[in-house]
C-alpha cells in the first residue's frame, strides 16, 4: 500500500525554507533546493499562505537532502535546529497556524501551559498543516502523536527516527512558552514502519 501523499499549505514549505536558509546559509540553501529536485522554486518560491499546493513529498524531500548532505547522525543537530527555527518563523510570519496569538500564559502552572501548548499544536498540526495529530498523557510524560507525517516519503536506511525537524518544533514552542528546555525525543517513526509518529515529552524539564 503507497503512502498517502497529502497536500499541505503553501507556508508550511514557505517557513521550512526559510529555517534552513537562517541555519545553512544561502548557498546551503540552494543546494539543498537543486539536490533534492525543488530547484524551479529558487525563481519561484512558494507563497506565504494558506492555500494547499505543495505536498507532503515535496517537504520531505527537502529534508532528505539536509540528511544526505551531513550524514544521519550529522542532520540529526543540524534538522532539530531548522525545526526550532522553523518554530520561530512560524510564530512571526504565520501566527493563524498556530493559534498562538494573544494567548495569556503568564499566570497558567508550568504544566498547564504545556498541555495549552501542545493542545494548540495538535490543532494545527491537524486543521491546518494536514498532518494529523492527537495528545496523550501518562504519569511521567506527555506524547504528541502524529498519523499522517511526511517522513514516509524519507528514503532512508538508518534503524533510527526521522523526524528531528518535527522534535525540535516542539521543543522549541515549549521554550517560548515556560522558559524552560523540555526532552522531546521520537519514540516511534512511520519511516521505520510504525503506525504513528510518537515523541515523548519529559514531564520534568532539563536543569
Same mark, same amino acid.
Given at each position: 500500500?503507497?503512502?498517502?501523499n ?10 521550512l ?23 524551479g ?21 527537502l ?17 532539530a ?39 494548540r ?16 498523557e ?6 504528541? *502523536? ?16 526521522a523526524?528531528?525537524t ?8 515549549l ?11 521520537? *519514540? ?5 514502519g510504525?503506525?504513528?509518529c ?5 514531564k520534568?524539564?532539563?536543569?
Amino acid at each position: 500500500m503507497s503512502a498517502e501523499n497529502r497536500p499541505m499549505p503553501n507556508a508550511a514549505l514557505y517557513v521550512l525554507f526559510k529555517a534552513i536558509e537562517e541555519v545553512m546559509g544561502e548557498k546551503g540553501f540552494r543546494a539543498m533546493l537543486n539536490a533534492s529536485g525543488l530547484q524551479g522554486y529558487l525563481t519561484n518560491p512558494p507563497p506565504n499562505n494558506l492555500d494547499y499546493d505543495i505536498t507532503f513529498e515535496d517537504y520531505a524531500r527537502l529534508q532528505q537532502a539536509v540528511e544526505d548532505f551531513y550524514g544521519h547522525r550529522g542532520a540529526r543537530a543540524v534538522l532539530a535546529q531548522i525545526g526550532r527555527v522553523t518554530f520561530r518563523y512560524t510564530l512571526e510570519q504565520q501566527p493563524a497556524i498556530l493559534g498562538l496569538a494573544g494567548l495569556a500564559l503568564k499566570l497558567l502552572p508550568e504544566q498547564a501551559k504545556v498541555k495549552m501548548i501542545l493542545n494548540r499544536m495538535e490543532h494545527a498540526s491537524t486543521e491546518r498543516v494536514n498532518m494529523t495529530a492527537h495528545v496523550e498523557e501518562d504519569d511521567d510524560a506527555w506524547y504528541f *502523536v502524529v498519523t499522517a507525517c511526511p517522513c514516509v516519503f524519507r528514503e532512508r536506511k538508518p534503524t533510527s527516527p526521522a523526524c528531528y525537524t518535527t522534535a525540535g518544533t516542539i521543543q522549541e514552542a515549549l521554550r517560548w512558552a515556560t522558559g524552560n528546555h523540555y526532552m522531546v525525543r521520537e *519514540v516511534k517513526c512511520m519511516n521505520l514502519g510504525d503506525p504513528e509518529c510518537r515523541y515523548r515529552i519529559d514531564k520534568t524539564p532539563q536543569s
